[in-house]
């Protein structure tokens, strides 16, 4: 089998990568080693940028994420046990973001590629890629019982963190910058509306919580946990007492409403970042280039960030026959995940709590919250980061 670009994996980037290129009529495949059901209820990231949407809208993925979708003006912090909310619009001359859950973004474009192609094999476990210095890279994938191979113009590994993709690069060719931290968070769905409009960012002496959400019905929280915590030892009742403990405010009484909590699961915080995102005729996107921290919403938008401007690049490729954009790629998008590396690594060490920190560094962490609630330019950083910087 022969196509122009190979696509390896089916999360939000390779899908939208497939879209995109479907759209510019350059043809593509994806190969996507879970099946439909297991990567349309993964349960992941649920905030989009501005730029994100807007990117989903233009390639006809925007119809019901403009009917479900929740528009989003602010954010709360919380600490010091008072609240302070970041108006986005005011901060950043009118940007906001939009509630709309990554299961959601993915059902939709499998829905339109199944409809509309370019072709999608689920069950397609994707081995090594080889040739990658080559001007005809190959994929070698499992599928039906039986090993193939997939001849392409470019390989693109959208295979996420554990994906097979990146080790296509030469280990002398390439450089990975990594960055553990000392917690984990525990996140949970909770069959109850939520207990806030916007989302609340809570630093406290008993750690972090996030209270987010999916939906008016449904409740997305998560809680910073020591690493190889087991969700086992957090019954319901013990989540929704740290909640409430943690997001508590000295100016307004404050209690979530309780109710059944689904999908406990553990995950840790990690920071990863492989350079170059491309080598000879394969290019990374997404998880399988960079991980943020959950803290600053950002894993999802990357990825779509990068593939844009691959799409772009790809696209211009196939119609011109200049790899001028190609070229620029790596770089192109290595300056926007920085950015967001730093952001995700600032949000997550401002309001979580290091099991070995002093009391010196909490204070330290509470100037600096105290900075942001006080001054219009340190709040207007981090609105404009969170909602996100320009897609070039
Ligand atoms: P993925 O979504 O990981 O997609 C990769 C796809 O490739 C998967 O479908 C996988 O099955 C497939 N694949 C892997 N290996 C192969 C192979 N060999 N052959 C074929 N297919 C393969 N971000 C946030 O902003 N907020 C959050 O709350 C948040 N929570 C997260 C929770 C978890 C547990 C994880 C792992 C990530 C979370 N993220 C969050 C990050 C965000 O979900 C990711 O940044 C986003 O999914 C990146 O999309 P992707 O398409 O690059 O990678
Ligand atoms: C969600 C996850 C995040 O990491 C975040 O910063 C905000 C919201 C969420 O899953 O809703």
Not at 96 to 101: C, Q
């Amino acid at each position: 089998r022969d196509t122009t670009v190979g696509i390896i994996g089916g999360g939000p980037a390779g899908l939208l990568l497939a879209r995109l290129l479907h759209r510019a009529a350059v043809d593509c495949v994806v190969l996507e080693s879970r099946d439909r059901a297991y990567v349309e209820q993964r349960q992941r990231a649920g905030i989009l940028e501005q730029g994100t949407t807007d990117v989903l809208r233009a390639c006809g993925a925007g119809e019901r994420l403009d009917r479900e979708g929740l528009v989003h003006e602010g954010i709360e912090l919380r600490f010091d046990r008072r609240s302070h909310r970041l108006d986005f619009p005011a901060l950043t001359d009118g940007r906001r973001v939009t509630v709309y859950a990554q299961t959601e973004v993915v059902k939709d474009l499998i829905a339109l590629q199944l409809a509309e192609g370019p072709p999608l094999l689920f069950g397609a476990r994707a081995l090594a890629v080889t040739g990658a210095d080559t001007d005809r890279p190959r994929v070698h994938y499992a599928h039906d019982g039986r090993e193939h191979t997939l001849a392409c113009a470019y390989v693109v590994g959208c295979d996420g963190f554990h994906g097979v993709a990146r080790q296509a690069i030469p280990e002398s060719a390439r450089r990975t910058f990594t960055r553990r931290y000392p917690y984990s968070w525990l996140g949970v769905l909770a069959e109850v509306p939520p207990s806030c409009d916007e989302l609340v960012y809570a630093h406290s002496d008993r750690g972090f919580a996030l209270l987010s959400m999916r939906t008016p019905t449904v409740s997305r929280l998560y809680l910073q946990v020591p690493n190889d915590t087991d969700p086992a030892d957090w019954p319901d009742e013990r989540i929704w007492d740290e909640l409430q403990a943690r997001a508590a405010v000295d100016t307004v009484p404050w209690k979530p409403a309780r109710g059944p909590l689904t999908a406990k699961a553990v995950l840790p915080l990690r920071s990863s970042v492989t350079e170059p995102m491309r080598w000879g005729r394969i290019l990374l996107a997404g998880d399988a280039a960079h991980i943020v921290p959950p803290t600053g919403a950002k894993g999802l938008n990357l990825a779509v960030a990068d593939v844009t401007v691959l799409a772009r690049a790809l696209t211009h490729r196939h119609r011109t026959g200049s790899a001028e954009l190609l070229d620029a790629y790596s770089a192109t998008c290595l300056r926007r995940v920085w950015r967001a590396e730093h952001f995700s690594h600032f949000m997550t060490t401002a309001l979580h709590t290091d099991p070995e920190q002093s009391p010196f560094d909490t204070r330290l962490q509470l100037s600096q919250l105290d900075r942001i609630a006080g001054s219009w330019h340190a709040a207007a950083e981090l609105a404009e980061n969170y909602t996100g910087l320009p897609l070039y």
